[in-house]
């Protein structure tokens, strides 16, 4: 059929589409959702259908801006359609809905599509909530998965030995621990190529964090130069495209909460590095999604099994997840603090902590006897904070910030206690939405910073902590969630009651608890 | 925030969403498939979240007809937008896909939310697949989402009493029962107000077929004219809203070839019209989807308890699928057929056979003693042809119409017998293959006449079928799948191969056998 080309000027990101009128695809058979080949002179490529009733008229073909680029039309130009068959991913898509197993070569031809736009909304939301409904991919099919996202994104392509890596699976506020280790371990001459994802539910995510000290947001070829001349980086790992099949999951499994792709998710973009040895933070507690420590161990297990398979050497760490790490929830403000912290100017004993594990398991793994204590003393010596000051240099960052310039909001919420005892619990969630009503990551002054950690002792009247924003407006939205919200449970001894239920209780928070990857 | 509104130019049938600029979404804490409430001049709405990092700029918000339609706006007029929370709904669809059961208030809101398009495609679809993979909806499910559907469409409101209604499951080509059950049933002063599908992967639809005799699509008061003045009708009930979340959920359904609302989707819209007695015709064998009559029994059962849970007194019919009713197989060709055999024209033993069966069941349901024998008395005394005319007349069709005025494709294709033998197996799906590739159901001249039926003896050269079509290049394609298909098997005895296997077999037709709805 030959039809009239008309730009629509819409993007998907990545799902090309076009739209055609209902008489139109009466006459050729097809449906909403079913593929059309669209030929045009000398290009010619796939898309899914779109049917409209209304604002397409007979003889024409909207399309999206991946359609309209690909085949480079000009308002108007003259195309040539017929139906497409299904892709061969659907039907592997359509057994997986069966509850078959797939094999490498399916996965393989599901992300491949999925990389293409091949598969349709509706197709990639069903492919990742069977593989969630039915417990979860088998170990196979993840290592299937793992490579399959790897073969079809870009690899850095470092020539250097060992490279390693680290993640965190998140949880925390205020985690900044990755602002640490990487000039710890790139100090001690390791490469650590490390990419970062922005925050999606939480308060800052670390390339949130790390834009407060440099630009995060550079090309893959930038990133290499970066690592070949510090042996580290710290970038924002969002448009380089090391796996870009994962996108798109996370736009399917995001909305619902689920994230049955979080192993492949994580150890293709590991992979697609080139890190050779890996340790993996899994944060466990009240406040975070692992609950306990045996589910943190099974997680980490998984990790390990699959690094195996992969060659990346893997170890985990399970680390106390109740509160936040540090006392500065909110980007620059934990910028500001991780800063100090580098610079010997603070102390900031749980951080330095966890820094000397996470880095020191890093160091152990490719050599070391005491790697907590290397890590320390790379950051006492001052060696690490001049690695940090080199790599904002080659990221085009000012390399002599110093904590005070990081600028923290001017308008200030103060929350006392209204009782004398010992912290007992921190709601994490809640903070993370004051914080986010502050303005945080968007805003890098937004924030709070905690006065009082578990298990201190306070008074009547005592401080707990302070909200920051430079908007009044933002600094008044998270004062009535800190004061609708007990945040801080200080109490003389563990209260038994814990809430009492007088009607339906709301079951579900907007986002809860999605793993970082 | 403000923006400006532009007018895309895009609808995606019912799910409106806003497309804006990444640095905009960045600005709000949104990302796409999140929703924002967008209030213009006197009127506000929600709408799913698009990201666009090209085409929009920053400061525009992009419009499906949908939202433009509804904020009545004009080209740059001012918005205001805001982040809107998610619906109460996507918390139902989550515990969904953790495995519990929902209550009749969470499928409510669901319904609810599907209708107002306040779910994204992959919600949708998530839900869709998440009650496929735990193995169904529970029966309370499947009555809680029948009722929902019910009360979020348009309802008939007929006054009269009984009505009654028959259904079919379909898969079995050529079957026009419907076109002689309705004018049986309503010349015995049953009222009947049919509603049918058009055929999205077979041959012909109910709707397809009567439309060779009549308009269809007609408006919910226009049907209740017709019902009013001929105690029936046969509509297309694409059109009329009788249960419109039906629409959302199949087109989530058919790409994945799954169908776990089959049940709510067809019981909701008999409810809608009001029907006090149902017949289900489940077609059972070798090229249907039911593949045993244990099988077809049990679909049967769960027709029965959701009809009498609806109140709704339901019996079903299980029949032989393995080869079309009677001899024609297309849209025009089968209404040709079925006039003629209403008209006592001709004689189709199989066909009027299973109408009576239809049709009796629905008599005796109503207090017939033998209701196959006076369905078919209908037909041999006229009484069925003249209510036909009637529905014809009052649907605006040519009342007068006889069975030669209906055209017959001019181009002919005949295949005859390579060998002499008993016909042992006819294959439905090549059937349908061929006759959607002369043109049916488009081209109403187009699909196939059988020669032979099952069991029928053969010779060497005698003619097995002829396919019709208007358009040499349509009968071409359709005589390149009849070469290539084995569609009769003729054979002395039942041969043991059925086939041997060289390489990786297909797996998947493109949408193997969905059942109607």
Known sequence: MKLRAKYLGIETGGRPFVTLSRDDAYDMG??????????????????????????IPKGVLGMSDEVWTKLKLSQGAAIEVEPAGTPDSLSAVREKLRGRKLSYEDMRRIVDDVVQGNLSETEVAAFV?????????????VYSLSLSMVETGKQLGLKRKPIVDKHSVGG???????????????????????????????????????????????????????VEKTNGCMVWGGAISL?????????????????????????????????QYLVVDIPTGKGTKMKSSADSDHLGKEFMELGKRMGIHTQCVVTYGDQPVGY????GLEAREALSAICN?????????????VA????????????????????KSGKAEKKLREIIYQQGGDSEVQPDDIEIGKYGYEVHSDRD???????????????????SPKDKQAGLILAKKLGDRVKKGDLLYTVYSDKTHKLAAAQKIADENGVFNVADKREMMIHTLKEAPVRDRKHPFILER
């Open 129 to 141: 909530t069977a593989l969630h409904a039915q417990g979860g991919p088998s170990m196979d099919e």
């Open 328 to 331: 500065a929830v909110g980007a």
């Open 243 to 275: 796996a870009p099949a994962d996108d798109v999951f996370i736009r399917a499994e995001f909305p619902l909460s689920i994230d049955p792709l979080l192993l492949p998710s994580i150890m293709s973009k590991k992979k697609a590095v080139g890190a």
């Open 421 to 439: 005892g010992v912290v007992l619990t921190i709601d994490n969630a809640s903070l993370v939405s004051i914080a986010r009503a502050a303005g």
């Open 172 to 226: 925390v506020p205020g985690d900044k621990t990755t602002l640490l280790t990487v000039p710890v371990i790139a100090s001690l001459g390791l490469t650590i190529p490390k990419t970062s994802s922005r925050a999606i539910t939480s308060a800052a995510g670390t390339a949130d964090r790390a834009e407060t000290l440099m630009p995060v947001d550079i090309s893959i070829e930038e990133m290499k130069r970066v």
């Open 30 to 55: 097809v449906m909403g959702g079913d593929r059309l080949k669209v030929n045009a002179k000398g290009a010619s490529t796939t898309a899914i259908i779109n049917v409209s009733v209304k604002s």
């Open 345 to 357: 100017k603070s102390n900031i004993p749980d951080l330095i902590d966890k820094v000397s594990h």
């Open 360 to 379: 020191g398991t890093l160091l152990e793994m490719t050599g070391y006897k005491n790697g907590a204590k290397a890590a320390i003393e790379a950051i």
